[in-house]
């Protein structure tokens, strides 16, 4: 099974991505992401539209390039630009729904 079907089979799942951010640093003033900051992720993460969630959790949970937008566009049955466009959204609204909860990402 491609990693890239693997990944959007996790994506349905927040699981893995809280797993992730659990173990990443998200500010120098706190080493470890406290349980607030996973429970807000998750539910933020959850209030995406269904397909920017998939290409968001698959992008953030594979190495780096390993899975592309081109790969993800062919997975989801979309134009390779449409998955940067959703992905970068999808990032955009994590981001500033993280900051109105407090929480500042990098």
Do not use: C, W
């Amino acid at each position: 099974m491609p990693t890239a079907t693997r990944q959007l089979e996790a994506a349905n799942g927040h699981e893995l991505l809280a797993e992730r951010a659990a173990a990443v640093s998200v500010s120098t003033d706190s080493p470890r992401p406290t349980s607030k900051l996973l429970s807000d992720l998750g539910k933020v993460v959850a209030s995406l539209p269904d397909v920017q969630r998939r290409i968001l959790i698959a992008k953030s949970l594979a190495p780096d390039g390993e899975v592309t937008a081109g790969i993800l566009g062919e997975e989801l049955g979309l134009p390779e630009g449409t998955v940067r466009v959703y992905f970068l959204r999808a990032k955009q609204k994590v981001k500033q729904e993280m900051a109105r909860r407090g929480h500042n990402l990098p």
